[in-house]
T-cell receptor, first 114, second 113 residues
Framework: GQQLNQSPQSMFIQEGEDVSMNCTSS?????WLWYKQDPGEGPVLLIA?????ELTSNGRLTAQFGITRKDSFLNISASIPSDVGIYFC??????????????FGKGTLLTVNP | NAGVTQTPKFRVLKTGQSMTLLCAQD?????MYWYRQDPGMGLRLIHY???????AKGEVPDGYNVSRLKKQNFLLGLESAAPSQTSVYFC????????????FGSGTRLTVV
């Protein structure tokens, strides 16, 4: 089956620093998604990417859909303490019109020191 | 604006006991999923459903059963709990139309002693 490698597994940064994380896949996807999970909560969708090469921003977050369709990147600029959490990438290969299965990376645990 | 609601939020079971976790969504979504989350393992799909009355196995289905008798509800059952089933369980739903991702519940923390 499809596998996603997400790195790094964890990051410890100072407030104000920029953060980068990425996911690579053994096969192509036609959608990439990035989720954030706050402590004690379920994952929440941050950014969705639909086309190879696409670059999308959501506030201080920027994500890119790799041109090979096998990777994606998430950048967080000027980190703040509330950025703490686990960030998951997820990929999807749609067939027809249905989208019922996502493949998730194992997550990047982000700690921000004030 | 509830989204996906999971009950209970916490539960402690003794080995061999049974229980049912309830997931309810109010978004009229066709697809529903049960995941478990363990440290270092990410989210692993247990079972999923592509519509009322249907269920299918995910990557870690052993020891669990599910039912989708109503479109809005997806139940996860543990017939004979084992310590290896200690985990945080998440339910999610999606519309199946376009790439809208999943909406997750806030999780159930289960401890089996």
């Amino acid at each position: 089956g499809q596998q996603l490698n997400q790195s790094p597994q964890s990051m410890f940064i100072q407030e104000g620093e920029d953060v980068s994380m990425n996911c690579t896949s053994s096969s192509i996807f036609n959608t990439w998604l990035w989720y954030k999970q706050d402590p004690g909560e379920g994952p929440v969708l941050l950014i969705a990417l639909y086309k190879a090469g696409e670059l999308t921003s959501n506030g201080r977050l920027t994500a890119q859909f790799g041109i090979t369709r096998k990777d994606s990147f998430l950048n967080i600029s000027a980190s703040i303490p509330s950025d703490v959490g686990i960030y998951f990438c997820a990929g999807q290969f749609r067939r027809g019109g249905s989208n019922y299965k996502l493949t998730f990376g194992k997550g990047t645990l982000l700690t921000v020191n004030p | 604006n509830a989204g996906v609601t999971q009950t209970p939020k916490f539960r402690v079971l003794k080995t061999g006991q049974s229980m049912t976790l309830l997931c309810a969504q109010d978004m009229n979504h066709e697809y529903m999923y049960w995941y478990r989350q363990d440290p270092g393992m990410g989210l692993r799909l247990i079972h999923y459903s592509v519509g009322e009355g249907t269920t299918a196995k995910g990557e870690v289905p052993d020891g669990y059963n599910v039912s989708r008798l109503k479109k809005q509800n997806f139940l996860l059952g543990l017939e004979s709990a084992a310590p290896s089933q200690t985990s945080v369980y998440f339910c999610a739903s999606s519309s199946g139309q376009g790439a809208d991702g999943y909406t997750f519940g806030s999780g159930t923390r289960l401890t089996v002693v």
